[in-house]
């Protein structure tokens, strides 16, 4: 008798359980033959991590499980907010976005959430009041890939009489990954007194501005040491700006940058970069796991963090046929 008891409880529990995850959030997405519609705001397509990051994304999110909104805001926080509003309009099962700056985001979460509308952040994280804004974000941990930058100069430097001058390219004003790779970075190299950051300006993670920086940097100051670039774009725009200066870029002045992206590699290979810090762009597939599990209703981890590691000019030539990005 109890067996039978403890059977109908537990079905009856599970009823209630599916009767109340499959509330407004989930509106019947992954019902067999129901497509997961999905509403995707990306930053942009700034640099290769981003481009990379954009194949993963649209790679995962495919028919016929998914039908994927896909919206390029340019690097623009209003046009992300546009996009988000269009994407509650549309009534979409979830959002997923990478918001290109930390601030600013309270009101249209909120509006997600009054729709039942569950978001997943991606890659970049958010500051709110309110934790309940968003379901979870999958994404690097941009202040360790900073003291990881500055763990590799300390190595680096390691015998070499100060002042070292570094100069600082950071990442878009207000991001994230610039808000935390700064800090991280300085926590390491504050502990040592060679290290001096003599200029800091932001190149927002592309090419041409890093090249444009790096320019106004080595016109102003003299004697530069070192370079440490927030992704591989900037650095690999600075150091054609090196170059054209008549200077050495990788050895005139030391050069360790973000993302781990091919053109890193090619440049570590030509002696040209030091050493690369990986932010891994490629968790299109993880990030289609948590969406199936937002969707339905099942309970997500509030933080998942995504696997990478730290590449010099060494190992370049062996590890460039394995990237996958
Ligand atoms: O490092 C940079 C891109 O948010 C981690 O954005 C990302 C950063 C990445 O533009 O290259």
Redesign the pocket.
Known sequence: MRNIFGQGAAFALALLLAACSGGDAAKGAGDAGKPIVVGFSQ?GA?????TANTTSVKAALAEPEFRLKFSDAQQKQENQIKALRSFIAQRVDVIAF?PVVETGWESVLREAKAAGIPVVLT??AVKVSDDSLYATFIG?D?VEEGRRAARWLLEDSKGRAGPVRIVELQ?TVG???ANDRMKGFREIIDADKRFAIVRSQSGD?TRAKGKEVMEAFLKAEEGIDVLFA????MAIGAIQAIEEAGLKPGEDIRIVS??GVRGAFEAMKAGKLNATIE?NPLFGEQLAGLIRDVAAGKPVPRRVQVAEGVFTRDQAEAELPKRKY
């Open positions: 930053v700034e640099s290769e991590w981003r990478s890659d970049r690097s941009f990442g991001s994230a990954p993670f927030h992704n591989d774009d973000i993302d932010c």
